[in-house]
């Protein structure tokens, strides 16, 4: 390999390296690892891992309110439709809830996603909400104008 390819090619590898270690992550924390749990199974959209998702994360009180193979099924429809997720980042976190931002990885649809959890270790889902999100790289919109502003803008 030419010298200049090679001096090229660490460069690059040199400027790659960092974007891919600053991919965001969830925090390591568990309510943070819930959160991982959550994007493994819809990564995997199998009926097995949603089944180990709902069985290994819901609390005993929610899985008596919806029943595991039901939640499993509901969130497999919702990983069909979304696809795969990203994490982007959370958004807020109490001690009985953490919201997170993810990107659909087919289609590039933002969520938002709350976990409603127990306010004590370990921590249990007790429920989930998944709601269309803007993009939060998108441009901030104009102002808007008034009637007036637009009447004379129209008359000009």
């Not at 460069?11 to 891919?20: A, E, I, K, W, Y």
């Not at 069985?55 to 069909?80: H, I, V, Y």
């Not at 997720?85 to 109490?94: I, Q």
Request: glycine share 8%; aromatic share 6%.
């Amino acid at each position: 390999m030419k010298p200049r390819y090679a001096s090229a090619l660490a460069l690059f590898l040199c400027l790659v390296s960092p974007l891919r270690a600053a991919t965001p992550a969830p925090p390591d924390t568990p309510a943070g690892r819930r959160i991982q749990a959550l994007l493994a199974a819809f990564e995997t959209r199998t009926d097995e891992a949603m089944e180990a998702f709902v069985a290994g994360n819901f609390t005993a009180d929610a899985l008596k309110e919806a029943p595991a193979s039901q939640r499993a099924g509901r969130l497999l429809g919702m990983a069909g439709e979304t696809g795969p997720l990203e994490f982007h980042r959370v958004v807020r976190r109490t001690p009985e809830e953490v919201v997170f931002l993810a990107r659909s990885k087919t289609g590039g649809e933002w969520l938002e996603i709350a976990k409603l959890l127990e306010a004590s270790e370990p921590y249990g889902i007790r429920g989930l909400r998944f709601e269309d999100a803007p993009d939060p790289n998108a441009p901030p919109e104009g102002r808007k104008g008034s009637d007036a502003d637009t009447a004379a803008a129209a008359a000009a």
